[in-house]
T-cell receptor, first 110, second 118 residues
Framework: NAGVTQTPKFQVLKTGQSMTLQCAQDMNHNSMYWYRQDPGMGLRLIYYSASEGTTDKGEVPNGYNVSRLNKREFSLRLESAAPSQTSVYFC?????????FGPGTRLLVL | AQTVTQSQPEMSVQEAETVTLSCTYDTSENNYYLFWYKQPPSRQMILVIRQEAYKQQNATENRFSVNFQKAAKSFSLKISDSQLGDTAMYFCAFMKGNYGGSQGNLIFGKGTKLSVKP
């Protein structure tokens, strides 16, 4: 039972490049989330998906898009990366009362 | 809007001693959940303990326990018999109740860095 998995673990991008962060869960959860974590901050919600086929903006959605591909997978896309998007990105999925997190993706935008 | 405040950016404790991490929150909701997550240097977010607001009894998980004061909107974490492996960032987090997916996201505090010294 892998829980929540994320790929890649680490990525370096140049300003203006695009990339997709992948997330998958094997716990049959309906809801999935993308957060970012910056130094000295807790995690902040970027986008979430309450169920397959739905997505909604969180606190900091600008510069990102998401796709809920199926119940298992929820991807985060940066269309044109900016240095301000340098961060650690966490995917999570939840049962009714608890969220379980993936190991994170460290993204550096130069 | 809900907010979560952790007023202690850093704390340290001697191995085998007890330490308490503070957390306060602000909400107008009556039904909600509170969490403590641990983030060791590996960056993995690990659930430590959960408290349902409708429960008066404080949650406990082995060496970890909380002091939940609903009226004061306070939710502190006590770690007993501290171990070197407890060294980590600890985040307090809030989730609205009436969970229907759209309100299931967590609101995090900024964290407390705990160092356990041998």
């Amino acid at each position: 039972n892998a829980g929540v998995t994320q790929t890649p673990k680490f990525q370096v991008l140049k300003t203006g490049q695009s990339m997709t962060l992948q997330c998958a869960q094997d716990m049959n959860h309906n809801s999935m989330y993308w957060y970012r974590q910056d130094p000295g901050m807790g995690l902040r919600l970027i986008y979430y998906s309450a169920s397959e086929g739905t997505t909604d903006k969180g606190e900091v959605p600008n510069g990102y898009n998401v796709s809920r591909l199926n119940k298992r997978e929820f991807s985060l896309r940066l269309e044109s990366a900016a240095p301000s998007q340098t961060s650690v990105y966490f995917c999570a999925s939840s049962s009714s009362r608890t969220q379980y997190f993936g190991p994170g993706t460290r993204l550096l935008v130069l | 809007a809900q907010t979560v405040t952790q007023s202690q950016p850093e704390m340290s404790v001697q191995e085998a001693e007890t330490v308490t991490l503070s957390c306060t929150y602000d909400t107008s909701e009556n039904n909600y959940y509170l969490f403590w997550y641990k983030q060791p240097p590996s960056r993995q977010m690990i659930l430590v303990i959960r408290q349902e607001a409708y429960k008066q009894q404080n949650a406990t998980e082995n060496r970890f326990s909380v002091n939940f004061q609903k009226a004061a909107k306070s939710f502190s974490l006590k770690i007993s018999d501290s171990q070197l492996g407890d060294t980590a960032m600890y985040f307090c987090a809030f989730m609205k109740g009436n969970y229907g997916g759209s309100q299931g996201n967590l609101i995090f505090g900024k964290g407390t860095k705990l160092s356990v010294k041998p």
